[in-house]
C-alpha cells in the first residue's frame, strides 16, 4: 500500500502560483512531510519538511491541514528552471528497521514560458 | 553543489562484470544512504550506514553490498552485473541518519550494463 498518492504530472506557465497536493491517508502521529525536487539525471535536492500547519522558507511553503492526511508544496511565481518532478514523502523521524526514505512515483511539473 | 562527490560519473561494463562505486559524504556527515533509480522503478532506496555500520536495508539485491569505512566514504559493490542493473546510483548523505536529516545526494553513476 503506497504512502503517499500524487498527481503524476502538472503543467504551468512562468509567473504562477503552482500548488502540488500529496495524498497521505494513513500518516501515523510522528510522521513529518517532507518535499524533494530532482531535476533530470541529478539527485533529488529537498525542498521543504513540516509537522503541521504551515511552513515557508525562501524557496516554498507548504500546508498540512489539522487532521493531515493531506499536504500541499506551493510554489510561488514559478519560472522555467522549477521544471522537475517533485516526490512528497512522509517518515517517523526515528531510527532503526523504519529509518527508510520511499520514495513514490513524483509529480512531473512542467512549466511553460 | 551538495558537497557529497560520487566516482565514476559513468560506467559502462558488460553482463557478468563487477563494479565498485563509491560516495563521499559531506564534511561532518555520519550517515550515507544508497538509491537506485531506473526508468520503470523509479527511485529506490537500497541500504544506509551510519557511522560504518549498517543501519536499514531496503530492495538490495543479495548480488549488491556496501559498507561505509572509518573514513565515512561508502563503497556500494554490484557483481554478477544483468541488464537491468542498468540505472543511475545516487549516494546521499546526513548529519546523524534520522528520517526527518535533509538528505543531501550526490550527482549519481550512471551505470550501463551491455
Known amino acids: 500500500l503506497a504512502k503517499t498518492t500524487q498527481p503524476i504530472s502538472m503543467d504551468s506557465y512562468e509567473g504562477q502560483e503552482v500548488n502540488i497536493t500529496c495524498s497521505h491517508n494513513?500518516?501515523?502521529?510522528?510522521?513529518?512531510i517532507t518535499w524533494y525536487q530532482q531535476f533530470p539525471s541529478q539527485g533529488p535536492r529537498f525542498i521543504i519538511q513540516?509537522?503541521?500547519t504551515k511552513v515557508t522558507n525562501e524557496v516554498a511553503s507548504l500546508f498540512i491541514p489539522a487532521d493531515r492526511k493531506s499536504s500541499t508544496l506551493s510554489l510561488p511565481r514559478v519560472s522555467l528552471s522549477d521544471t522537475a518532478v517533485y516526490y512528497c514523502?512522509?517518515?517517523?523521524?526515528?531510527?532503526?528497521?523504519?529509518?527508510?526514505?520511499?520514495f513514490g512515483t513524483g509529480t512531473l511539473l512542467a512549466v511553460q514560458p | 553543489d551538495s558537497g557529497v562527490t560520487q566516482t565514476p560519473k559513468h560506467l559502462i561494463t558488460a553482463t557478468g562484470q563487477r563494479v565498485t562505486l563509491r560516495c563521499s559524504p559531506r564534511?561532518?556527515?555520519?550517515?550515507v544512504y544508497w538509491y537506485q533509480q531506473s526508468l520503470d522503478q523509479g527511485l529506490q532506496f537500497l541500504i544506509q550506514?551510519?557511522?560504518?555500520?549498517?543501519?536499514a536495508k531496503g530492495n538490495i539485491l543479495e548480488r549488491f553490498s556496501a559498507q561505509q569505512f572509518p573514513d565515512l566514504h561508502s563503497e556500494l559493490n554490484l557483481s554478477s552485473l544483468e541488464l537491468g542493473d542498468s540505472a543511475l546510483y545516487f549516494c546521499?548523505?546526513?548529519?546523524?541518519?534520522?528520517?526527518?536529516?535533509?538528505?543531501?545526494f550526490g550527482p549519481g553513476t550512471r551505470l550501463t550494463v551491455l
Open positions: 546521499a548523505s546526513s548529519v546523524v541518519g534520522l528520517s526527518t536529516d535533509t538528505q543531501y
Open positions: 514523502l512522509v517518515e517517523p523521524p526515528g531510527g532503526g528497521a523504519t529509518n527508510k526514505l520511499i
Open positions: 550506514y551510519y557511522n560504518g555500520e549498517e543501519r
Open positions: 494513513n500518516i501515523a502521529t510522528n510522521d513529518y
Open positions: 564534511s561532518g556527515d555520519l550517515s
Open positions: 513540516g509537522y503541521k
